[in-house]
């Protein structure tokens, strides 16, 4: 059940990215809240990252077992592991960042997120 919570988090994540994409003002809550459009060159990063969004997605979905692997069993572990690290030290820029709304809202969004990888990370 935690695969599908975190998975859920992060395609809220996804949304939110496609609509930065598309211009809507929602910086405030993401990269210190340092934009509140994003420029065009910076949309383009979106782009990557909410294909990494969906990816991370993905792979915790095979941890928790509702989807096939794409990978061998000791990969998935490591990638989940790895991600989990990363989403993990995500928290600390979300919970230290200047931008109040990015505090109030993905901290905790994320660290959510963070925990589902770890357990199923772990568990896998």
Same mark, same amino acid.
């Given at each position: 059940?935690?695969a599908?919570? *975190? %998975?859920?988090?992060?395609f809220?994540?996804?949304i939110?990215?496609?609509?930065?994409?598309f *211009?809507?003002?929602l910086?405030a809550f993401? &990269?210190g *809240?340092?934009?509140?459009?994003?420029?065009?060159?910076l949309?383009i990063?979106?782009?990557? $990252? &909410?294909l990494? $969004?969906?990816f991370? %997605?993905?792979i915790?979905?095979q &941890?928790g077992?509702y989807m096939?692997l794409?990978?061998s069993?000791k990969?998935t572990?490591?990638?989940?592991?790895?991600?989990?690290?990363?989403l993990t030290?995500?928290?600390?820029?979300?919970?230290?960042s200047k931008?109040k709304?990015?505090?109030?809202?993905?901290t905790?969004?994320?660290?959510?997120t963070a925990?589902c990888?770890?357990v199923?990370?772990?568990?896998?």
């Open positions: 059940m935690t599908i919570i *975190g %998975a859920v988090l992060l809220l994540v996804v939110m990215s496609v609509a930065l994409i *211009g809507a003002p910086g993401t &990269l *809240g340092h934009f509140k459009v994003f420029p065009a060159k949309r990063v979106l782009a990557v $990252q &909410l990494l $969004q969906v991370f %997605a993905v915790l979905l &941890l077992g096939s794409w990978f069993h990969v572990k490591i990638v989940g592991i790895a991600f989990a690290v990363y030290l995500n928290c600390f820029g979300n919970m230290f931008s709304k990015e505090k109030i809202v993905m905790p969004l994320s660290v959510i925990v990888y770890w199923n990370a772990l568990a896998f």
